[in-house]
C-alpha cells in the first residue's frame, strides 16, 4: 500500500533532484563539494607554485646558458648532495659554535641587565637610555669595528651575536616584568609568600610569555647577522663558505649553502615555536610578541 | 625623572667617559681603541669635509630605489596573497622559504650578477626590504572588514573599485607598518651590502662610495677607529630618523589607533 508517508518522501527526492540540478546550473555547490575542491586546491595550489618555481629556475638557467650566474636547480641539489659528504658539517658546527657562544654571552647580559633595571631605579635610568641609544645602531656596523679590534676570526661573529642578541631579549624581560598584574603580586603577598616566592612563581610565569618571545627575536637577529658577520669578518663557518664558494665560481654549492642556512634559520624558528607552545599551554596570551 | 636623578646619571656617564679616555691614552697600543675626544673630533672632521655627507646621500639614493620597487611590488603580492586564498596556498610557502634566508647571505650571488657596483646594494635591500611589506600587507589585507566590502558590493560597486576604494585605504597603515621595519631592515643590509662588496673593492673611496664603503677604506687604508665609530654613530642616528619618520607618517595615516 501507498501511503501518505511514501508521497512525501517521493514528493521530497524529487525536489531534492531539482534543486541539486539547479545549483549545479548556478554554480553553486553542497557542503561536500565545497570541502572537496578545498582539499584539492590545499593540496593542488602548493605543487603548482612550486612546480612553477622549478620550471621558472630551469627555464632562466636555460636561456642564460651560464651556470656560473644562475646554475640550474638539479645541480643545485647535486652539489647540495655533495658538500653534505664533505665539508658541510664542520661548516654547520662551526656556525653553531659562534651562534652558542655568542647568544649565550647576549641573552645572559640582556636578562640580567632588564631584571636588574626592573629592581633598581639607578640601573634603570643608567641602562635604558644606553640601550636606546645603541639599538638603532645595527650589529653590521660594527663588523668594521670589530675586525679592527679583534682581527678577523671566530670573535668577530662571537661578539657581534652577543650584541644583537641583547636588544631583544632585554626590551621584553623589561615589559614582561613590568606587565605582570599587580594584583597578582598583591595576593601573593596577602597570603605570605617570601619575595624569592613571588620572584620564581608570580612574576617569572607571567613575564615568561614576553620573554620567551624576546629570546625567538634575538635568534633571529642572531642568525642574521651570523651569515653576514662570518661573510664578511670570520674564517669559519656557513657565511664564510658560501662566500670562499664564490671566489671559485661554484655558484651551485654556493646557492647549496645558501639553502642550508634557509632550512636551519627557518627550523630554529620552529624549535622555538615548538618550545614556546610547550611552556606556555596555560597561557592565555600565548604569543606576546613585541617588536 | 628629578633634577637630581638626571645629574647623577650624568655624572656616571662622564666619569665613565673621562676612564675610557684615559684607559685608551694609557694603553700600549691607542690606535686600535676608540676614545671619546677622538671620535668626537674624527666625526666633525668627517662632516666638515663632506666625505661623510657624500657618502651617506649615496647610500640613501641607493635605498631609495630599491625601497619603492620593494613597497611597489610588495603590497601588490601581499593584496593579491591576501585576498585570493589559491594564491597564498601556492605562494605562501615559497614566500616564507624565501624569506627565511639572510639578504646578507645572497651578496656573493648579487655581485656575480650586478658587479661589484651600487647595484647589487640595491639588490640586497630591494630583496631585504619586501618581506616585511608582504607579510603586513597580506595580513592586513586578509582582515578587511567584510561588512565593508559587502556593504560596497550591495550599493553596486565593481571588484575592481572595490580593490581601489576599499581594500587598499584599510589596507595602508599596516603597510606602512611594514614599511617601518623593511625600512629598517633595509638600512642594516645597505651598510652590509657596501661592507662587503667594499671589501671586494679593496679601494673603498671609489667615486660611488657609500657609507659602508666609506667604513671599509677607512678600515683597510685608514686604519682610523675613532672615524669608524663617528660612522656608526651616524648610521645609528640616521635609522633613528627613518624609523621616527614612519611612525609619524602611520600616525597621520591611522589616528585612530593612537587614541
Keep these: 500500500m501507498i501511503n501518505d508517508y511514501h508521497l512525501l518522501t517521493a514528493k521530497l527526492i524529487i525536489v531534492y533532484q531539482i534543486e541539486s540540478q539547479v545549483c549545479l546550473k548556478r554554480k553553486c555547490m553542497s557542503r561536500e563539494t565545497r570541502k572537496i575542491q578545498r582539499v584539492a586546491s590545499a593540496v593542488t595550489a602548493p605543487i603548482v607554485g612550486c612546480a612553477g618555481l622549478y620550471a621558472a629556475w630551469t627555464a632562466a638557467s636555460w636561456w642564460l646558458e ?99 642578541s641583547v636588544f631583544p631579549i632585554y626590551i621584553n624581560t623589561v615589559a614582561g616584568i613590568a606587565g605582570v598584574d599587580g594584583r597578582l603580586i598583591n595576593a601573593a603577598k596577602v597570603l605570605g609568600a617570601p619575595p624569592s616566592t613571588i620572584r620564581w612563581h608570580v612574576i617569572l610565569p607571567s613575564a615568561l610569555p614576553m620573554i620567551l618571545a624576546g629570546f625567538r627575536l634575538s635568534l633571529g637577529v642572531a642568525w642574521m647577522t651570523l651569515i653576514g658577520a662570518e661573510l664578511i669578518g670570520g674564517n669559519s663557518g656557513l657565511g664564510w663558505r658560501a662566500f670562499w664558494y664564490e671566489q671559485f665560481f661554484a655558484m651551485n654549492k654556493n646557492l647549496a649553502v645558501i639553502l642550508v642556512v634557509g632550512v636551519l634559520g627557518f627550523l630554529f624558528d620552529g624549535i622555538i615555536r615548538l618550545l614556546q607552545a610547550r611552556l606556555l599551554r596555560w597561557s592565555p596570551a600565548q604569543s606576546g610578541a613585541a617588536t | 625623572m628629578t633634577v637630581r636623578a638626571r645629574l647623577s646619571v650624568l655624572s656616571i656617564y662622564g666619569a665613565a667617559l673621562v676612564v675610557a679616555e684615559f684607559a685608551v691614552r694609557l694603553s700600549p697600543t691607542p690606535d686600535r681603541y676608540p676614545s671619546p675626544t677622538g671620535v668626537a673630533t674624527a666625526l666633525v672632521r668627517n662632516i666638515l669635509s663632506g666625505q661623510a655627507p657624500i657618502a651617506i646621500e649615496q647610500s640613501l639614493s641607493r635605498i631609495l630605489v630599491a625601497f619603492v620597487f620593494a613597497a611597489i611590488a610588495g603590497s601588490v603580492i601581499g593584496v593579491a596573497i591576501g585576498r585570493s586564498r589559491w594564491l597564498d596556498l601556492a605562494f605562501g610557502p615559497i614566500i616564507n622559504a624565501l624569506r627565511s634566508i639572510a639578504p646578507i647571505a645572497l651578496i656573493p650571488l648579487a655581485v656575480l650578477w650586478f658587479g661589484v657596483t651600487g647595484n647589487s646594494a640595491v639588490f640586497i635591500v630591494c630583496y631585504a626590504a619586501i618581506f616585511p611589506i608582504i607579510l603586513n600587507a597580506s595580513e592586513a589585507a586578509r582582515q578587511v572588514d567584510m561588512r565593508l566590502v559587502n556593504a560596497a558590493r550591495t550599493l553596486g560597486a565593481d571588484p575592481r573599485h572595490i580593490i581601489t576604494h576599499v581594500v587598499l585605504p584599510s589596507v595602508a597603515p599596516n603597510t606602512i607598518t611594514g614599511a617601518r621595519i623593511a625600512m629598517g631592515f633595509a638600512w642594516a643590509s645597505i651598510v652590509a651590502a657596501e661592507l662587503a662588496i667594499g671589501v671586494k673593492l679593496e679601494t673603498g673611496g671609489a667615486i660611488n662610495a657609500g657609507i659602508g664603503q666609506l667604513m671599509v677604506s677607512t678600515l683597510f687604508l685608514d686604519r682610523d677607529v675613532n672615524s669608524l665609530v663617528g660612522y656608526m654613530i651616524v648610521i645609528g642616528l640616521i635609522g633613528l630618523l627613518i624609523d621616527k619618520g614612519f611612525r609619524r607618517l602611520h600616525r597621520m595615516r591611522a589616528p585612530w589607533e593612537y587614541a
Design chain 1, 66 to 164: 651560464n651556470p656560473i650566474l644562475l646554475p640550474p636547480p638539479n645541480s643545485v641539489l647535486t652539489a647540495l648532495v655533495s658538500i653534505m659528504q664533505d665539508e658541510l658539517v664542520g661548516d654547520i658546527l662551526a656556525s653553531l659554535h659562534h651562534l652558542g657562544v655568542g647568544m649565550s654571552f647576549g641573552v645572559t647580559i640582556g636578562f640580567a641587565l632588564a631584571v636588574l633595571a626592573t629592581q633598581n631605579r639607578l640601573v634603570e635610568r643608567l641602562v635604558d637610555p644606553l640601550i636606546e641609544l645603541l639599538r638603532p645602531i645595527s650589529g653590521i656596523a660594527w663588523i668594521p669595528l670589530a675586525i679592527m679590534m679583534f682581527g678577523v676570526g671566530e670573535t668577530v661573529p662571537i661578539f657581534l651575536i652577543a650584541y644583537v
